[in-house]
């Protein structure tokens, strides 16, 4: 498990630039929808994530179907091709004339993150399924002056209004968006411009492998994935990092040499491991590896939900990986030095007080001292407590069946 070095990120502005660029070929793929007629039983998935997390989930629950739909994947680059190979699915390249054709004709299209998962000049008149890749804390879409970032060309009266029209238009069409409970509801309705019709608290399908088995069977076999990246990870306490990115800038929670030194010492006394996952967009400088602090990059291993069981504290920010690991129950413990600088910048829809209960930490030396307090069974249980909170709150449904309830919603608007 190699560190990932300095990293660059992904810029709001270029990508929204992009789009206002495209703006043509949107036309010329709306104009050919109103030719071709749509088939019900032509499903397309696409994730950015490749085949796993809710993507992969959904096209389960809908092969299960005692009469499947067709699904055709929509993959783009080697690695996701490789999996569609290796999954014995069907598959055309997202950016590919097929791929567009394939889109025109679709009667459910499924993406994971942006409308972009799939070919996005053929989607207009498709049933869109939205299937996300977190729950609503940091703010998203129309709710984020980031994401509507133009960079200097904002400055152009009326791009921005322009670019938030295009944003409109496409979220707009989404029909069906599964959340984990009624809470996150407005949320993702102000985000994406929908209506409570399309955003549904039915449980959101990439939790659906949280649940899939006993607390000890889902623990064991979560260690086993583990070990595939650290093979002496034994029944070392495995502490994981896993900070959000910070819309292109340097993440601030990267440890300093002196943390570094107090980190390694701390989990050489207390037979630990942490490991540093960044997002895949951060920014930073994260080469440093030892034996005790490993640094696990998304493209290693892309899917987060299989590693949380085998975690046993987890280190975060505003990433919506605390609602997924408070499955688990075991301590989460928020580091977040620039906090008044994200909720300016980027925004909350929660009061992170009360995410955190108050115990909101901005250094690596207050994050082991926490640790360390918990020689002190009631400061641990104090912890332990505001996770089964967060857990109690925030996890409606769990019984492992939300892909099923999201494909029974899509089948009720096919009319099936």
Not at 74 to 103: C, M, N, P
Not at 225 to 231: D, L, S
Not at 304 to 329: Q, R
Request: aromatic share 8%.
């Amino acid at each position: 498990m190699a560190g990932s070095g300095e990293r660059q990120g992904y810029s709001f502005a270029a990508a929204n630039l992009a789009k206002l660029a495209d703006a043509p070929r949107y036309i010329w793929g709306a104009a050919r929808s109103l030719t071709v007629r749509r088939d019900p039983k032509l499903w397309v998935v696409g994730s950015d994530f490749g085949l796993s997390d809710g993507g992969w989930a959904f096209h389960c629950a809908a092969m299960r179907l005692p009469d499947p739909p067709r699904i055709v994947w929509q993959v783009s680059g080697e690695k996701q091709r490789t999996q569609a190979i290796a999954a014995g699915v069907a598959w055309v390249e997202r950016d590919s004339r097929e791929g567009f054709e394939l889109a025109l004709r679709a009667g459910v299209i499924a993406v994971t993150h942006g409308l972009g998962d799939v070919n996005r000049y053929g989607q207009r008149g498709a049933v869109i399924v939205q299937l996300w890749h977190g729950s609503p804390l940091k703010k998203l879409n129309l709710d984020s002056p980031s994401v509507l970032n133009l960079g200097p060309l904002g400055r152009i009266p009326g791009a921005i209004a322009a670019l938030r029209a295009m944003y409109r238009a496409g979220t707009r069409s989404i029909a069906v968006f599964p959340v984990a409970c009624p809470e996150f509801v407005p949320s993702m309705c102000s985000a994406f411009g929908l209506t409570r019709r399309a955003v549904l608290a039915i449980g959101e399908p990439r939790g659906d492998q949280l649940f899939a088995g006993t607390p000890a069977e889902l623990r064991a076999a979560s260690r086993a994935v583990w070990e595939q990246a650290i093979p002496d990870l034994g029944d070392r306490r495995l502490i994981l990092q896993a900070p959000t990115w910070r819309d292109g800038e340097v993440d601030p929670t990267i440890p300093s040499a002196s943390g570094y030194r107090r980190i390694e010492e701390f989990c050489e006394r207390t037979d630990s491991v942490l490991v540093i996952r960044p997002h895949p967009k951060s920014v930073g400088d994260y080469h440093y590896s030892s034996d005790r602090v490993r640094v696990l990059d998304a493209s290693v291993q892309p899917e987060i939900m299989p590693l949380l069981w085998g975690v046993d504290v987890l280190v975060t920010d505003y990433s919506s990986i605390l609602f997924d690991y408070s499955v688990t129950g075991r301590p989460i413990l928020y580091l977040a030095p620039d906090l008044e600088h994200y909720r300016e910048t980027r925004g909350l829809y929660i009061d992170y007080a009360d995410i955190c209960g108050g115990a909101l930490l901005t250094t690596w030396d207050e994050v082991l001292d926490r640790m360390e307090s918990w020689s002190d069974a009631s400061r641990l249980a104090v912890d332990h407590a505001q996770t089964k909170a967060i857990f109690d709150r925030f996890i409606t449904h769990r019984d492992g069946r939300n892909s099923e309830r999201t494909v029974a919603r899509v089948l009720e608007i096919l009319g099936r």
